[in-house]
């Protein structure tokens, strides 16, 4: 069977095979799709300065540029910001290398020219040996500077690098330091690597002061270049990336037709899902990811001694434990990491043979990032995904129509970024001393990144860490009051040098101080029975240091634990996927093409939606749950909207009814027996006609210790930033607003199975 859709000339092939509780045979389909490559464009190869170009010819064996490196090049050289889109292994790095090497190269620019901003580590370490292959034959140096590495090499004697691969956090504390700062007047050039992992968090924000910061240090306008594999909404990000200072140009090249396989295995018991995990990874490469941590030590303790060379990587395990599974993918043995998004961007770990989704990632964003990982040099992209039930098949089905489509998740910027302006007040007053209101205020609301807080912010934050000491003043000058000191200001205020909460963890230690891990603060406090899973490893705690938030564990331990990290649960599908859900349902098929048992597991969903569930719009109907009867609330909007929903409908509707929500719909019980659906849609429509401060007042505030600097947040303020960046409520309110309450009762709805409610 062969499918094919035409958008352009050049084909793209996707082999798609799918597996049936691990049982059926494994049957392959052809599908192609036409892309258009772009427009070629003359050549800057020869242009290049001599040396460069011999390290291009003669070590990498290059004879021109690609396309995205040809544009590029272009686009730095007239001086542009820009924004360089290109799929995982596109030459990005190159892209924003080539250019600045050759400007260097060409008029002899002294001293650090150019930063190269991460959001990890781990990536700076990955990309040192790439730019030095390309720097050191040419002369010129390069550095990272960044928490693991040793402070005695966090400095430089004499000539300062060429190039400076740092962090945000790590860049904030070089510019503490007044004689190393000094020579970053220099920096021409800022490359911030993997810009979409910065773009909708508060190290967005904190990136964005920095930028500035260094502007205002260089007394010029530096040239930013950001990087990046997804976006859905590039010309907004290189606007929000840029802020107008230079012009702006995105360099977004389609990647190239490359074959890619799917193979999906729907099987329904835990147990049968590792066995076909054990199976699928057997003697290869392989990525196995997955969407918590919790899920990745539960996986491993139950493939281990199953699977060779079997490894793990998450955020809170330790940098030896990471690196040693990034390392692992030098061998020419087969090894394979079971691991969560810390292995999405782009740190090279070679060629692989599969990557192995269990269970669908929440966006789309992450498919191709994780996608990418394989199909490297001239192999085909090679996803096998292992899923549990008809529903996570159907949703996986719709993440691989959006990629189909190139169709990816916006990014959203934060809007009330007040814990980043708490972090900069402090560290503002903590450079200075004593400074005045006015001084503080005008610093501060000159920054771009602070454009959303109203004008009057600063001064009831003033006022406000004022009468609880966080603040002191004498006249019109202020300093850092009393509880600042306390609060903030061990280690040299060392805390202040990241937006990141490092709170609600316990650093797992050995008895001989070898770090393990992290973990949750609730877990630890739990006790449950005293074992933990870790870096795949079963460890007993043996004692525990609340005061320094240390808990001492050694190996060992044959009860079974189940690890748990608070934030770490499933975030649910976006709106995105959601949508395309619904589209797939309304038209009763998938445009993949699918085996009669494939196709039939897909009718299983089908077949318990009404008849108007392609209705644009709220859809409220009626169903007999394994509780009675039930009014169900179709949205495919995603979780956080549902949530929204379901705090509003549960003011309304009183303490009586229970009010439960998932990606797709909200489910209401106990809302009386005669005429429940039309109650519940009589308080869905009344919502239309309320206000803003109505629906956040029905909104609970989650606890203040997610924010870092919170704690010293007036409570209105705290308010404000919860309903902007928790819940998003704009958003909420916009989508809800353009909606319109579809009412069906008859016939009611089949009982959804237990294990899938």
């Given amino acids: 069977m062969c499918f094919q859709m035409y958008s352009g000339a050049r084909p793209l092939t996707m082999l798609i095979c799918s597996t049936v509780a691990a049982k059926s045979a494994q049957r392959p389909y052809r599908y192609q799709a036409y ?41 730095v050289v007239a001086g542009n910001d820009a924004l360089i889109i290109a799929p995982t292994a596109g030459g990005k790095s190159e892209a924003a290398l080539i250019p600045v090497m050759d400007d260097i190269l060409k008029n002899g620019r002294p001293g650090v020219t150019c930063l190269y901003l991460s959001p990890l580590k781990a990536l700076i370490n990955d990309q040192e040996d790439r730019f030095r292959t390309f720097c050191i034959p040419t002369s010129l140096s390069v550095m990272k500077w960044h928490g693991d590495v040793a402070k005695g090499d966090r400095s430089w004697k004499g000539e300062p690098p060429h190039f400076l691969m740092i962090t945000p956090e790590s860049l904030e504390v070089l510019l503490q330091e007044k004689t190393l700062a000094a020579d970053l007047r220099q920096v021409r050039y800022i490359i911030v690597d993997e810009l979409h992992a910065f773009v909708e968090s508060e190290r967005g924000v904190h990136l964005k002061v920095l930028l500035e910061r260094m502007d205002r240090l260089a007394k010029r306008k530096i040239q930013r270049i950001g990087l990046s594999a997804t976006t859905g909404n590039p010309v907004e990000i290189l606007s929000w990336l840029s802020d107008g200072r230079h012009n702006e140009e995105l360099v977004a090249v389609p990647s190239s037709p490359k074959e890619k396989h799917f193979r999906f295995i729907v099987e329904p018991e835990e147990d049968g899902r590792i066995e076909a995990l054990i199976r699928t ?34 955020s809170s395990l330790a940098p030896a434990t990471r690196k040693a599974s990034e390392e692992a993918f030098l061998s020419q043995d087969g090894a394979c990491i079971i691991c969560t998004s810390t ?110 807080i109203e004008p009057e912010d600063p001064d009831r934050i003033i006022r406000h860490l004022l009468s609880k000491g966080y603040l002191a003043a004498d006249g019109e000058m202020l300093m850092p009051g009393t509880e600042a000191e306390l609060v903030f200001g061990r280690s040299n205020w060392k805390d202040l040098y990241s937006v990141i909460t490092g709170g609600g963890e316990y650093r797992a230690v050995t008895p001989d101080g070898d770090m393990v891990g992290m973990l949750d603060a609730r877990f630890v406090n739990s006790r449950e029975n005293g074992y933990v899973s870790l870096g795949g490893r079963s460890w007993s705690m043996v004692k525990c240091d609340d005061d320094h938030d240390i808990v001492v564990v050694v190996p060992g331990g044959s009860a079974p634990s189940r690890t ?17 859900v619904r589209q797939i349902c309304a038209r009763g098929r998938t445009v993949l093409p699918l085996a009669a048992p494939e196709k039939e597991l897909l009718g299983q969903v089908f077949a318990r ?130 909606m319109n309450i579809t009412i069906s009762v008859t016939p009611t709805l089949p009982p959804v199975p237990a294990a899938e409610e």
């Fill in 609 to 738: 939606l009404p008849q108007e569930s392609e209705t644009p719009g709220l859809l409220v109907t009626e169903r007999r749950g394994t509780r009675g009867l039930e009014v169900v609330i179709f949205t495919f909007c995603g979780s956080r909207f549902n949530r929204i929903l379901a705090l509003i409908l549960t003011k309304k509707l009183g303490s009586i009814a229970q009010v439960r929500y998932n990606d797709f719909i909200v489910k209401v019980q106990r809302a009386g027996k005669a005429g429940a659906a039309a109650r519940v849609g009589a308080a869905l429509d009344s919502i239309h006609a309320m206000e803003r401060s109505r629906i956040a007042s029905a909104l609970p505030t989650p606890p203040r210790d997610g924010w870092k600097f919170a704690r010293v947040l007036p409570d209105n303020l705290f308010t404000g930033l919860v309903t902007a960046d928790y819940y998003n409520l704009d958003e909420f309110m916009e989508t809800f607003a353009g």
């Fill in 35 to 75: 892309l258009i490559s772009g427009t070629p464009v003359k050549s800057a190869f020869s242009s290049l300065h001599e040396s460069l170009q011999q390290v291009l010819s003669e070590r990498l064996e290059w004879t021109e540029l690609r396309e995205v490196q040809e544009k590029a090049y272009t686009a």
């Fill in 564 to 580: 748990f990290w608070t934030g770490s649960s499933e975030e649910g599908y976006s709106p995105l996927v959601c949508r395309k």
């Fill in 281 to 314: 990874v057997a003697g290869k490469k392989a990525l196995v990811f997955v969407n918590s941590r919790s899920v990745a030590e539960t996986l491993m303790q139950a493939a281990s001694g199953r699977v060779p060379n079997l490894h793990i990587h998450h």
């Fill in 343 to 452: 292995l999405e961007l782009g740190i090279d770990i070679g060629d692989l043979d599969v990557v192995v989704q269990v269970g669908p990632p929440n966006t789309v964003s992450s498919l191709l990032q994780r996608m990418g990982r394989s199909g490297r040099r001239g192999k085909a992209s090679n996803v096998v995904w292992i899923v549990k039930n008809p529903c996570e098949f159907l949703c996986s089905i719709a993440i691989i129509e959006c990629a189909m489509e190139k169709t990816v998740e916006d990014l959203r910027p934060p809007q009330k970024p007040y814990n980043v302006f708490l972090q900069q007040l402090f560290l503002f007053l903590h450079r200075h001393n004593a400074v005045s209101r006015r001084q503080v205020e005008r610093e501060l609301l000159s920054h771009p990144a602070f454009s959303t």
